[in-house]
């Protein structure tokens, strides 16, 4: 691990655990959701959507919704690209437009590819005369053979080319030679986003410039897309998210709904609004796939891998060609010399398919996982030893050292924390202390998710009401973005950070990086840092050049910024300044910095390292035969993601990541059906997401090594990682109580009724 780069040692605010600035704003319902957007004039649109899974609109007939009251304009295909000029453009390909969820733009041509596609849309003066007129559009199709069949190895069904991921060695020998095998092919249904806030989209056009409120995780690509997509320059294009309800990655690019009320708002000259409901949320506005994973693992007696072979397909659309990358922890997560990942696409009728949260290692590493759990037992091995004993401090599918790797330390302290040890390996032999009729199950699994720095910019000013204001073209999800933010300029400053005012959602700032990947903490933390530095140097300028200055004509460097005064640099802070004072005297408003993240891709020490982050999940089920009753009862998740910058916010990532883990073991799974192509479970009450009641006691454990090669506060990103390992661990510890191995997600009580084991 890199030990060349002098470690920062950050003040206390970095790493205390204060609680989300934004907080209050939400709630006492101060904070707008690009929902709660009003204009006067505003207007609703509401989509008709098809209802059926493929084929073509033969004909719309809007006749009746048109005379409907309120009713401004109905749009489809026919009479929107009738004009000269498309409405919509497409984004060029290989361009620099930023990325898109569909690659079509909505209502561009008559072919259907999927139940729930935009076929027209509704704007009326009023929500419920939307909708109403929607309901009367009469929109008839030439319907087509449509597939959502589960089966991705289905061998009637198109399959795009097998893609080589990661090669090393030779698998097919190493695995027929090996003592010890396991060759089983894993399931993960489709699952879909389902955050608390639902996408909207309210669109101002006002000659010649468009204002979008959205839900977005990345308001400047999404600026970028549109600019594109609605084809005007992005200068005209300001897009405004300051709050989100989450997103899990539904929100990353943007979705055709966004599109559509911007060309409406356009062509009617009035503020549109397009809230997609929560059904049409199971339609048009991504979901994670389906995959299918074949791993076969060979292995020596000891212990040791000899082979991991990993072939995947997953669904995507008619459209786009998504692949949900199950293998990316696979080829560097454990040491073997012959390692092979192949990927496959399968189209089906669904709606374009796109990252929800951990997208691809998450699904990867329940097979993966699941696979090492079912090695051990073949093995008779613990499997928290057997994936020491496969550990690693180079990531082999590069021949690089890892910048920082404890993933040994994660399995051991949550082994400790856990318990593991009284742990009785025999199947079914462990029993709920004072309930003798139910069996415990314990399981584990570990975890990865890529880090990664990103390029961006970000604005510090000290102002000379002593307080500071920093601000970025990023947004927050909900994860704590804007408290993070305003610890590092406390802690450069000393300015407390309840004087410090965070910027974001706004694509007319300076530009920050998306909300995805794990990566805005790192990406925007050394721009924050640099533009903090910067703007405390402009404000040591400003004390010896003012006249009226105690510093007048000292030495710049002579002179600090501490806990939020200018003093000499020998001299304790108390013996200086506060900068308001400097500022008033100088009659200067603001002290500006401007500060620049480089890339991890450009910068030349970090492409000697492989970055990544680790952990451990530790699973306690109770499996109760007599009632079929099914529950997580305990987690305990230990966290390998560099420097913890807030504990509290950083914490309520993994416990809520653990939870949506617990929906992902046992609940969630979008159902396509075969008569229609429809997603059928398409609400809460059938679409089941974990609740407070299916909630476990859940124990995170950070183990807050920076990472220097993602910079100096070596933060690197916690949004993702703790879902991963949670699914495995449950299929692991069911199996610990059951017997039953059960490959296909999510487990069922229905997959446990033939259980040999009894209370
Ligand atoms: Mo996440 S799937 O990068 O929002």
């Known amino acids: 691990m890199p030990t060349d780069t002098p470690a920062y ?14 907080g209050p704003l939400k709630t006492t319902g101060t904070a707008q959701y690009a929902a709660d957007f009003h204009f006067p004039g505003m207007v609703h649109a509401v989509p008709v959507t098809s209802t059926v899974a493929a084929g073509t609109v033969r004909s719309i007939d809007d006749s009746q919704a048109r005379k409907m009251p309120g009713v401004l304009a109905i749009l ?10 498309p409405p919509l453009f497409r984004l060029a390909p290989g361009g620099h437009g930023g990325r898109t969820s569909e690659s079509r733009p909505p209502l561009e041509d008559k072919t259907v590819r999927y139940w729930g596609q935009y076929v027209a849309l509704v704007v009326a003066e009023t929500y419920e005369q939307a909708l109403a007129a929607a309901a009367a559009v009469q929109v008839a199709y030439d319907p087509a053979p449509f597939n959502v069949s589960t089966q991705l190895d289905d061998p009637q069904t198109e399959q795009l080319p097998l893609r080589t991921e990661s090669k090393r060695g030779d698998v097919e020998a190493a695995f027929a030679s090996a003592p010890v095998k396991v060759d089983q092919t894993y399931i993960t249904p489709a699952e879909t986003h389902n955050p608390m806030e639902m996408h909207a989209t309210v669109a101002v056009w006002s000659a010649p410039n468009f204002t979008l409120y959205e839900t977005s995780q990345g308001v400047v690509n999404h600026q970028h897309v549109m600019a594109e997509t609605l084809g005007v320059p992005r200068e005209n294009i300001q897009v405004i998210t300051r709050f989100l309800g989450s997103g899990f990655g539904g929100k990353l690019f943007p979705w055709p709904h966004s599109a559509l009320a911007a060309a409406a708002a356009r062509q009617l000259n009035r503020p549109v609004k397009l809230s997609v409901n929560r059904k049409q949320m199971f339609q048009t506005v991504g979901h994670r796939p389906r995959t299918q994973q074949r791993i076969k693992l060979g292995a020596t007696a000891g212990g040791k891998l000899v082979s991991l072979h990993q072939d995947y397909r997953n669904h995507t659309n008619f459209g786009d060609d998504i692949r949900e990358n199950c293998g990316e922890a696979t080829p ?14 399968v189209r089906r009728n669904v709606g374009t398919p796109t990252p929800m949260r951990g997208p691809g290692a998450v699904p990867g590493l329940f097979a993966l996982e699941s696979a090492m759990d079912e090695l051990a037992i073949a093995l008779k091995m613990d499997p928290v030893a057997l994936r020491i004993e496969n ?35 025999a199947i079914g032999s462990m029993r709920k202390p004072g309930d003798s009729d ?15 720095r990103g390029a961006c910019q970000a604005s510090v000013a000290l102002l000379s009401d002593g307080t500071a204001r920093v601000s970025c073209g990023t947004q927050d999800v909900g994860t704590g973005t804007y408290t993070v933010f305003a610890q590092v300029v406390s802690d450069r400053t000393g300015i407390p950070v309840d004087r410090v005012r965070v910027v974001l959602g706004d694509s007319s700032l300076v530009p920050g990086p998306t909300s995805g990947g794990s990566t805005a903490t790192a990406t925007v933390l050394p721009a924050i840092a640099d533009a903090t530095d910067n703007a405390m140097k402009i404000a040591i300028s ?9 510093f007048h004509s000292k030495p710049a460097d002579s002179l600090a910024f501490s806990e939020g005064r200018i003093h000499i640099k020998t001299q304790p802070a108390a013996t200086g300044v506060p900068f308001a004072q400097i500022l008033t005297q100088a009659q200067v408003q603001a002290a500006n910095g401007e500060g620049t993240s480089v890339g991890i891709g450009a910068d030349p020490k970090a492409r000697n390292y492989s970055t990544h982050s680790f952990g451990a999940q530790f699973v306690e089920i109770e499996w109760d035969p007599g009632i079929a009753r099914l529950r997580v009862n305990r987690v305990v998740s230990v966290i390998d993601g560099g420097r913890i910058i807030n504990r509290k916010t950083a914490a309520n990532q993994i416990l809520g990541a653990v939870v949506m883990g617990v929906g992902m073991g046992l609940l969630e799974e979008t159902l396509y059906t075969p008569r229609t192509g429809q997603p059928l479970n398409s609400n809460f009450a059938d679409y089941l997401v974990a609740t407070h009641a299916d909630s476990p006691q859940i124990e995170v454990h950070f183990l807050d090594h920076p990472d220097p090669i993602l910079g100096e506060y070596g933060a690197r990103g916690i949004g993702e990682i703790g879902l991963a390992g949670v699914a495995p661990a449950i299929a692991s510890a069911v199996y610990h109580a059951t017997g039953i191995r059960v490959r296909t997600l999510p487990i069922k009580i229905e997959d446990l009724l033939s259980a040999n084991v009894s209370a």
Not at 9 to 22: C, E, K
Not at 332 to 345: G, I, K, M, Q
Not at 438 to 452: H, K, P, Q, T
């Open 9 to 22: 040692t950050p003040s206390a605010v970095i790493g205390s655990d204060l609680a989300r600035i934004d």
């Open 76 to 85: 489809h295909h026919d009479n929107l690209y009738r004009g000269e000029a």
């Open 332 to 345: 560097f997560l454990y040491s073997t010399p012959n390692l092979l990942v192949t990927s496959a696409l």
């Open 391 to 425: 550990d690693t401090l180079i990531d082999e599918s590069q021949n690089k050292p890892f910048s920082s790797r404890h993933y040994k330390e994660c399995l051991e302290l949550g082994a400790a924390k856990f318990g593991w040890a009284k742990r009785n390996s």
């Open 438 to 452: 139910v069996i415990l199950g314990w399981g584990m699994a570990g975890a990865s998710w890529g880090a990664f």
């Open 542 to 550: 400003t004390a010896v050049s003012a006249l009226n200055s105690p």
